[in-house]
C-alpha cells in the first residue's frame, strides 16, 4: 500500500507554516527514516498519514484512500502509530487487555485478534507479562507494550515516532529487531528519529526534512554521505560514515561490515 | 488563548499602571457590595466597570470575553431563574407550561447583574495586570509563596492539561477509538483517554515538585522579585477610598435591614 | 578530601525490598566531570536523586552508608539547605517548567528570586547564562511555547544561573538534535573547567568520550567500573552486560579479529578511530 503526499503544505492555526509544499512517494514495503532538527516538521508530516492532521492544501492518499475523506478511526487499520511517549496511550490493568485494545477496536474476528496479540507479545518479549499492569513496568518496557499495542493491530503501514529516546541498548536491539520483523512481513515502517546510528542501521530509505521542505531523500547511503547539506538540519553523518570520510574511503559507508570491507 | 497563555494584554494604560493591589481592592470594592448590599447596586456598579475597560484599554478583548462567555452565561441563567423562581404573583406570560411572573424577573435581572459585575472586575484585574506581578506583590505583602504558586501555577497548567488531552486523544484515535461518533459511543471511550491523563498528571506532579524545590523554592531566604512593581501614594489613597465604600454598602445593608 | 563522599551508600525505595543502589563507594574532586553510564534500571537516576538530596529526603525510603557533598553530610542536612549547593536537571524538560512564569527569563530567574538574589544581579546573571547556553533569542518567549530541545537548554540554564557548587544532569539532552547535543555538552564541559563539580548520567557515549573526565558504569544498583572514559568504554564488560557502546569501539573490536586493527587500545571517539586505523 503506497503513501502518495501531494504538494502538502499546512499551517498551524497559530499561523506558523510547518510545512511548506512536500511531494513524497513511499512505495509498499519501504522503512523509511525522517531525520532534521527540532522543529522541522517530522511529527506534522507523519501526524498526516493517518488524518489526525488534515492538509491546508495539497493531498495524502495511502493506498486508494484520501485522508481527508476518513476518520482516524477508519485509517487506524491502515496505519499504526506509535507515540513518542507511552504513557500518553496505556490505560489498561493489564499488558494483554492493552495490546488487545487496538485489533478489538478494527473489528477483527476473535481468533484473529488472538493470534495477533501473541504475535506482538512475542515480537516484543513480553509473553511472560501478560498480566502485569502496565505501570508496574519499567519506562523500557511500557515503550514496548506501546509498540505491542500497536503492531497487534496488523497494518501495512507503521510509524514510530522517535522510538529509541531514553531507551538503553538493549532495548534499542529490540526495538531494531521489531522493525526488521516488520519488513521481513512486507510492512512499510515509517520511523522520525534522532538517532541517526540507528536510523543507519536500520533503515534503507532516508529522508531529511528541514525548516518544513524536503531537504534530502534518497538511499541511506546517498543521503547520509552529504555531511555539508545535512549539517544545515543539525543532522551529523553517523559515526562509522564519519570515520569512513576521515580515513579517504571511497564509497560512503554508513554499517559496521561495509566500513570492514571497504576497509580491506 | 494567547501563547502566553494568561489573559493579560500588553497595552500602557491608567488601569496597567495601577499596583496590582489596587486593582484586587477594587475588584472586591465592586464584588462585595454588589452581593451584600441591596440588590438595586449590582445594576449601578456594572456601569462603572463596564467603563473601565475603556479606561484600562483593553475593550476589545473584554467586549470580546463579554460576548463569548460572559452573556451566553448570564442569558441562560436569567431565563432559568424567571422561569423556575416560584412565588411569584403577577404574571407576565406563560412560558410553556410555565409562568413567568414580574417578580421573578426582577430577581432574576439582580441575580446576573450581580455575577456580571463578578466576572467582569476580575476579567478586568486579569486583562490589565501581569499574573507574575500580581504573585510577586502579593508575595512581598506577605502572602505565603506556596499558596500564590499554587494559583498561579494552576491557571498555567490548566492549558498543559488539556494539550495533553488532545495528545491523548491523538494516540487513541490512532487505535481506532472511535471519538467522532454517538454519544454511547464516546461515553464508553472515556477511560482510555481519562486513565493516562490521571496517572501521568501524578507523575508530572512529582517532577515538578522536585524540579521547584532544586531551583530553591521552599528556602527559608527572604524572596526577591525580577518586577519591580510600584505602588504609589494614589494607589494609596485609592486603595482607602475603594474599603470606605465597602464598609459603607455593607453599612448601608445592615441600616436597611 | 573529596568534593563527594559516597561511603558504603545502599538505598531502597520506601514499600521496596531491593535496593536500588547497593554498597556504591565513590570519591569525586572538585571540578571533576564524571559521566555515570548504565542499562535502564541500573540506578542512574536514583544516584542522581540521592547526589540533589532527593533521596532521602523527599523520597523516604531507606539509606544507610553515607553522602557528603562539599563537607556536609546528606542526612545530616535538610533538603533546602542542600539544594543551595547542588543543582539538578532531568530528563523530562516539560515537567522541570515551573509553571509559575510567563517568559523564558521569567522562568530562569525562579530560582534566583527563591534564593534571595537582588533585582539587579539577577537581571546580570540571567542575561549571562542565556547567553552562554545559547537560548538569548527565546527570552521573551512562553516556556511552554518551546520545543522539547529548547525546553531543555531552558531546564539546564534555570540550574546553571544559580551557580550551584555541584551540577547533576541526568540525560539532560534527550530531546535535543546531534548539534544542539553538542553545543550542550561544550557548555557543561566550560562549567567544570571553571570549578563546578558534574555528575551526568548519558547514553550517548560518543559525547561522554569527547568531554568527560570520568566515567562510572553501573549495573543492578552497584558500580561494575569506574576509570578513565577510554578505558571503561571500551572494556568487554560493558558490551557483556547490556550497556551501550560506541560504534567505533565496536567496529574496532571486530577489525581486531580480522588483524585491521593493529592497537592494543580500542577507540571511542572519531580522533581516537581514525588515528588507530590509519597507523
Known amino acids: 500500500m503506497n503513501i502518495e503526499i501531494k504538494g502538502l503544505r499546512f499551517t498551524y492555526p497559530t499561523g506558523l507554516e510547518a510545512l511548506k509544499g512536500i511531494n513524497l512517494t513511499i512505495q509498499s514495503g519501504e522503512q523509511v527514516a525522517i531525520v532534521g532538527q527540532n522543529g522541522a516538521g517530522k511529527t506534522t508530516l507523519v501526524r498526516h498519514f493517518n488524518g489526525l492532521l488534515k492538509p491546508t492544501s495539497g493531498s495524502i492518499f495511502i493506498g486508494d484512500w484520501e485522508t481527508t475523506q476518513f476518520s482516524v478511526a477508519k485509517l487506524a487499520s491502515r496505519v499504526g502509530y506509535v507515540f513518542q511517549n507511552p504513557d500518553d496511550q496505556l490505560f489498561s490493568r493489564d499488558v494483554l487487555s492493552e495490546i488487545t485494545f487496538g485489533p478489538r477496536n478494527l473489528g477483527y474476528a476473535k481468533e484473529k485478534v488472538d493470534e495477533l496479540v501473541q504475535r506482538a507479545l512475542t515480537l516484543t518479549e513480553l509473553s511472560d507479562k501478560t498480566e502485569t499492569n502496565p505501570y508496574d513496568l519499567s519506562p523500557t518496557w511500557r515503550k514496548m507494550i506501546a509498540l505491542a499495542s500497536i503492531i497487534a493491530m496488523d497494518t501495512p503501514i507503521v510509524i514510530f515516532d522517535e522510538p529509541t529516546t531514553g531507551q538503553d541498548a538493549v532495548n534499542v536491539a529490540r526495538i531494531a529487531n521489531v522493525i526488521a520483523e516488520l519488513k521481513r512481513e512486507g510492512k512499510t515502517v515509517i520511523t522520525i528519529t534522532h538517532d541517526i546510528d540507528f536510523c543507519a542501521e536500520n533503515f534503507e530509505r532516508v529522508i531529511a526534512l528541514s525548516n518544513g521542505q524536503v531537504l534530502l531523500d534518497g538511499p541511506a547511503r546517498e543521503v547520509l554521505g552529504q555531511e555539508e547539506i545535512l549539517a544545515q538540519t543539525y543532522v551529523d553523518p553517523p559515526q562509522l560514515t564519519r570515520l569512513g570520510k576521515r580515513l579517504g574511503l571511497k564509497e560512503t559507508v554508513t554499517r559496521q561490515e561495509e566500513f570492514l570491507q571497504a576497509l580491506k | ?257 | 578530601m573529596a568534593f563527594i563522599n559516597l561511603t558504603n551508600l545502599t538505598y531502597k525505595y520506601p514499600l521496596t525490598e531491593t535496593p536500588v543502589l547497593q554498597n556504591i563507594n565513590l570519591q569525586i574532586n572538585e571540578g571533576e566531570f564524571v559521566a555515570v553510564v548504565g542499562p535502564n534500571g541500573a540506578g542512574k537516576s536514583t544516584l542522581c536523586y540521592t547526589l540533589a538530596g532527593f533521596v532521602p529526603h523527599f523520597f523516604k525510603g531507606e539509606l544507610t552508608g553515607s553522602v557528603e557533598v562539599a563537607g556536609a553530610s546528606l542526612l545530616e542536612s535538610t533538603l533546602d539547605e542542600w539544594v543551595l549547593n547542588v543543582g539538578l536537571a532531568f530528563q523530562n524538560p516539560f515537567n522541570q517548567i515551573s509553571g509559575a512564569k510567563y517568559s523564558v527569563f521569567e522562568e530562569i530567574a525562579f530560582g534566583l528570586e527563591n534564593i534571595g538574589i537582588p533585582r539587579e544581579e539577577i537581571k546580570v546573571r540571567v542575561e549571562e547564562a542565556m547567553v552562554r547556553t545559547g537560548i538569548r533569542e527565546l527570552a521573551d518567549r512562553s516556556p511552554y511555547s518551546l520545543s522539547g530541545g529548547q525546553q531543555q537548554r531552558v531546564a539546564l540554564t534555570s540550574i546553571l544561573v544559580m551557580k550551584p557548587k555541584l551540577l547533576v544532569l541526568d540525560e539532560p539532552t534527550s530531546q535535543m538534535d546531534p548539534i544542539g547535543t553538542r553545543e550542550v555538552f561544550g557548555v557543561i564541559r566550560k562549567m567544570a573547567e571553571e570549578g563546578m563539580t558534574v555528575v551526568l548520567v548519558e547514553h550517548k557515549v560518543e559525547w561522554i568520550a569527547n568531554f568527560a573526565d570520568r566515567v562510572v558504569a553501573l549495573k543492578g544498583g552497584e558500580i561494575l567500573l569506574e576509570g578513565k572514559p577510554n578505558e571503561v568504554l571500551t572494556s568487554e564488560l560493558l558490551s557483556e552486560n547490556g550497556f551501550g557502546i560506541s560504534r567505533y569501539t565496536s567496529a574496532a573490536r571486530e577489525a581486531q579479529k580480522r588483524g585491521l586493527w593493529k592497537k592494543k587500545q580500542l577507540p571511542v571517539t572519531l580522533d581516537e578511530a581514525v588515528e588507530g586505523f590509519k597507523s
Open chain 2, 1 to 257: 488563548m494567547n501563547p502566553n497563555r494568561s489573559f493579560f494584554v500588553p497595552v500602557d494604560s491608567p488601569l496597567h499602571r495601577l499596583n496590582p493591589l489596587t486593582k484586587l481592592t477594587f475588584v472586591f470594592a465592586m464584588i462585595l457590595p454588589a452581593f451584600l448590599s441591596v440588590p438595586e447596586l449590582a445594576p449601578i456598579l456594572a456601569i462603572p466597570v463596564f467603563l473601565a475597560a475603556f479606561i484600562g484599554r483593553v475593550q476589545k478583548p473584554y467586549l470580546n470575553l463579554l460576548l463569548k462567555l460572559i452573556l451566553p452565561t448570564i442569558t441562560f441563567m436569567f431565563v432559568m431563574q424567571s422561569v423556575f423562581l416560584p412565588g411569584g404573583e403577577t404574571i407576565l406570560f406563560m412560558l410553556g407550561p410555565f409562568d413567568v411572573t414580574q417578580e421573578a424577573m426582577r430577581s432574576a435581572f439582580f441575580t446576573v447583574t450581580r455575577i456580571f459585575v463578578m466576572v467582569s472586575s476580575f476579567a478586568l484585574l486579569l486583562l490589565t495586570t501581569h499574573p507574575s506581578e500580581l504573585m510577586s506583590d502579593l508575595t512581598q505583602r506577605g502572602l505565603p509563596g506556596q499558596f500564590a504558586y499554587v494559583i498561579i501555577s494552576t491557571l498555567q497548567i490548566l492549558p498543559q492539561m488539556q494539550a495533553k488531552a488532545q495528545t491523548i486523544i491523538a494516540a487513541q484515535r490512532s487505535r481506532g477509538l472511535d471519538t467522532e461518533s454517538t454519544f454511547l459511543k464516546r461515553a464508553g471511550s472515556l477511560v482510555p483517554l481519562v486513565s493516562p491523563l490521571v496517572f501521568g498528571s501524578l507523575a508530572e506532579v512529582e517532577e515538578r515538585a522536585i524540579a521547584i524545590e532544586a531551583r530553591g523554592f521552599t528556602s527559608k531566604k527572604t524572596k526577591t522579585s525580577l518586577h519591580e512593581i510600584s505602588d504609589t501614594s494614589f494607589d494609596k489613597g485609592l486603595r482607602w477610598i475603594l474599603v470606605i465604600l465597602i464598609l459603607a454598602s455593607v453599612a448601608l445593608r445592615i441600616w436597611l435591614s
